[in-house]
């Protein structure tokens, strides 16, 4: 069970739209429509945007979106605002009631 | 609203059992499984395990020969116990929930940070 793969750091301007990956295999992401997405602030606990690779839990601005080709996943925010940077973190279900996290990416906003 | 509040202490000697636990308000014991997870310093998250209202759990694989998690639903409560810990196991310690048929964490504690050293 190998964590997912992120890219460490990814930045863009305000206004403009940023992508960030999370790759998997068909054993997780590929195998199953249940990634989730978590934005987390230095020292504070992470917080749910992304759920069954597309949905937006109440409360997340549509500025944030999932999706999902193979086995890889994405999380997209346009509209970049400075409130947006902070640390993201995507889980994918991995079957036997297991989850398997990416190792994280930092989003700068410039 | 559900709330979750870990607790327990935040330093641990090498090769004792790291023991934490995690209070529930707000929400009903029996809708979630009631999960653990950590951060190492600069690392990304790993999920540890869960439980459910029945008793039933599972471990990560990597962990599940250290790990045991227990419940006391009379106290709206559920418990992590890490053994042999090694400075590897210094991390935050969240407590999170996953709403029954779902497969995501909705709910999460504060964090608590564990460190291990002599």
């Known amino acids: 069970q190998s964590a997912l793969t992120q890219p460490r750091s990814v930045s863009g301007s305000p206004g403009r739209s940023v992508t960030i990956s999370c790759t998997g295999t068909n054993s997780d992401v590929g195998g199953y429509d249940y990634v989730s997405w978590y934005q987390q602030h230095p020292g504070k606990a992470p917080k749910l945007m992304i759920y069954d690779v597309t949905k937006r839990p109440s409360g997340v601005p549509d500025r944030f979106s999932g999706s999902k080709s193979g086995n890889t996943a994405s999380l997209t925010i346009s509209g970049l605002q400075a409130e947006d940077e902070a640390d993201y973190s995507c889980c994918s279900y991995a079957g036997s009631y297991t989850v398997v996290f990416g190792g994280g990416t930092k989003l700068t906003v410039l | 609203q559900v709330q979750l509040l870990e607790s327990g202490p935040g330093l641990v000697k ?4 790291l023991s934490l636990t995690c209070s529930v308000s ?6 979630y499984y009631w999960n653990w997870l950590r951060q190492p310093p600069g690392k990304g998250l790993e999920w540890i395990g869960y439980i459910h209202y029945s008793g039933s759990t599972d471990y990560n694989p990597s962990l599940k020969s250290r790990v045991t998690i227990s419940g006391d639903t009379s106290k709206e409560q559920f418990s992590l116990k890490l053994s042999s810990v090694t400075a590897a196991d210094t991390a935050v310690y969240y407590c999170a929930s996953v709403s029954s048929g779902n497969y995501y964490f909705d709910y999460w504690g504060q964090g608590t940070l564990v460190t291990v050293s002599s």
Do not use: D, M, Q
Request: zero cysteines.
């Open chain 2, 14 to 17: 090498p090769s004792e059992t």
């Open chain 2, 26 to 31: 707000g929400g009903s014991i029996s809708s």
